[in-house]
């Protein structure tokens, strides 16, 4: 039988695991109900205030763009999260001591976090549905451009997690990373259209992929007319699938690299350090 | 010096089966900037051994074994595990290893049987005729007296429960080899001398060597057919706790009482002196004992000065104390 068959397999079945996982405790629950409550209420509250220049509501403007926010997150964070987390408590050594542990143990996260991400955004979409008017959810063309931005998405984001988890040896520092994040998403028009922001903001914006998913989400489920107030009056397909792709890609080089090196210096002493730094800030 | 003279009998004599060693470490060393934690530590090890790595925190123990899992690059010396360079090790190599890590708090939410398995299911593919991989995860979890505790939750298991599942992480893939980094800490004296059954059930029935490193002298003569002492970056004894005992103390200690007095006498001819002994007082003779000045004796000071920082004295005096 083959080996990497044999990992890629056991990878399946251990993000399948995992994510069965999240629902059997609290912690996880509350990761994903706190976030939906808190977007959920945010966009009521802007159901009745409209998108400048139109008489859209701004609420069910916002509702695709958190979308994109969820897919941008899910991938970036949680995988960054999961790769110290888990290395700092040693799932990483255990995985590096069984043969193509690695490899399955990778294949297990990204299953997991795309897992994580996927049910974050259909708790988050359903109720939307009932809430919000003037979406358009009525053809299948809606959920196929819905569905390429989230492979595209995860593609982008995945491999941007996974180098960014494996520089960080301390998730306490994850500060550093998750700072710069939260500002992106608020330059990134998720909220608020970027169009009302200057020039050299909306230029920073759309070089990361935060904006990209906004928007793209946005001419999934928005009304072909809602292109009108983007940047260049239109939702950019090609440009979305080329700055995704830009990253997915130097993503997919840079990734590979920087994971072998990290798992090449896992070692029990290493990690036996961390534990004790940890149990240092615990006592 | 044991180690020259041991290695001076083996080498010459095993020269042929160093083919066959499962271990084989020549003139190893490790650098730590300008630290050297391994000074030229040299050992083999046979097919179905168990050898203890004895010594002192810090003594480098655990560099050698993670040298070893090839978790580590060595500085220089020449290393063969399986007859691989660790450091080049492929996965084929790699499943015919058991490593038992430290483990912490990894896998938490993951039950106990569930975790087995799925570990088990990397090292299908390595399964051959004479070593069925992997190890049946119901066998493997009563040998290693995790029996009702199969469907629990990790997170929840005590200490020395998940010391016990870390062994038998290592065990899953039915390993040729099996490296065990300080495996008993944390254990109360049952689950001691449990794990100790299972270790001599392992090298007995499923002819798996084993390496296994522990300060506790104790441990290490139960469990060890040999006994390598590791201190200051150089392995100062290398043999059987026997062998070790008797280089260490050439004397012993005989004790005895007559007519209700208790004497205590120390001779290196303890036979000599107790057959004198009932010549000159025959029948008067009660309670005799008679014990060597352990290994432990020597070895605690050894520990003791190696922890107050006099580590080139320590090993100077065990080395003149087992001439």
């Known amino acids: ?283 | 010096m044991i180690v020259a003279s041991e290695l001076g009998q083996s080498t010459s004599g095993a020269e042929p089966a160093r083919e066959a060693a499962m271990i084989d470490v020549r003139g190893l060393r490790m650098r730590y900037g300008s630290v050297d934690v391994l000074k030229g530590v040299e050992f083999t090890v046979r097919r179905g051994e168990v050898l203890t790595l004895l010594g002192p925190n810090g003594a480098g123990k655990t560099t050698i074994i993670e040298i070893l899992e090839g978790f580590r690059m060595r500085s220089a010396g020449e290393v063969r595990v399986l007859g691989v360079d660790p450091a080049k090790g492929d996965e084929q190599w790699r499943a015919r290893l058991g490593v038992v890590l430290q483990s912490w708090r990894d896998h938490g939410k993951w039950r106990v049987g569930e975790l087995l398995h799925h570990l088990g299911s990397y090292y299908v593919p390595y399964s051959t005729p004479e070593r069925r991989r992997p190890h049946d995860v119901g066998e493997l979890i009563e040998a290693v007296g995790l029996g009702e505790h199969a469907d629990q939750k990790i997170a929840s298991l005590s200490g020395g429960q998940r010391r016990r599942l870390d062994v038998a992480v290592g065990l899953v893939g039915r390993p040729e080899l099996l490296f065990l980094d300080e495996p008993t800490a944390g254990f109360d004296p049952h689950a001691r001398r449990d794990f100790h059954d299972l270790v001599h059930r392992l090298s007995d029935l499923e002819d798996t060597t084993i390496l296994l490193t522990t300060h506790d002298l104790d441990e290490a003569e139960k469990l060890a057919d040999r006994i390598l002492i590791l201190a200051d970056g150089r392995i100062i004894a290398d043999g059987s706790a026997d062998v070790l005992a008797r280089r260490v103390s050439r004397d012993a200690e005989v004790r005895w009482s007559r007519d209700g007095e208790h004497f205590v006498h120390a001779t290196p001819d303890a036979t000599g002196f107790v057959r004198e002994l009932f010549a000159q007082y025959g029948e008067e003779i009660a309670d005799l004992e008679v014990r060597r000045t352990s290994l432990e004796d020597t070895y605690m000071s050894l520990v003791r000065q190696f922890e107050s920082g006099q580590a080139e004295a320590a090993v100077r005096e065990f080395e003149e104390a087992s001439r």
């Open chain 1, 1 to 283: 039988m083959n080996t990497t068959l044999t990992a890629i397999r056991a990878g399946l079945a251990r993000g399948r695991i995992e994510l069965r996982q999240t629902f059997t405790n609290s912690q996880d629950l509350w990761n994903y109900l706190f976030p939906t409550v808190v977007f959920l209420v945010v966009m009521i509250f802007m159901r009745n205030a409209t998108v400048p220049g139109t008489n859209f509501s701004l609420g069910a403007r916002t509702m695709p763009s958190v979308l994109g926010m969820v897919v941008a997150f899910g991938g970036l964070v949680n995988l960054m999260m999961a790769l110290t987390v888990e290395r700092e408590d040693g799932t990483l050594l255990r995985a590096k001591a069984i043969p193509n542990g690695m490899l399955g143990y990778l294949v297990g996260k990204i299953v997991l976090v795309s897992g994580m991400t996927l049910i974050s955004l259909v708790i988050v979409l359903v109720p939307s549905l009932f809430i919000l008017d003037g979406l358009a959810v009525g053809d299948l063309g809606s959920w196929l451009t819905l569905a390429w931005v989230l492979l595209l998405g995860l593609v982008a984001t995945l491999p941007l997690g996974a180098v960014f988890g494996s520089l960080f040896s301390n998730p306490r520092n994850m500060g550093v990373i998750m700072l710069p994040v939260m500002g992106l998403i608020a330059t990134s028009g998720i909220f608020y259209p970027i169009t009302s922001f200057p020039g050299w903001l909306q230029g920073i914006a759309q070089v990361f992929p935060i904006y990209w998913l906004g928007l793209g989400m946005r001419s999934a489920l928005l009304p072909d007319g809602m292109a009108a107030v983007e940047l260049g009056g239109s939702w950019r397909h090609l440009e979305t699938l080329g700055v995704l792709g830009v990253w997915a890609a130097v993503g997919l080089v840079v990734a590979p690299i920087i994971l072998r090196r990290m798992a090449r210096r896992e070692s029990g002493a290493n990690m036996e350090a961390r534990r004790q730094r940890a149990l240092q800030r615990v006592t």
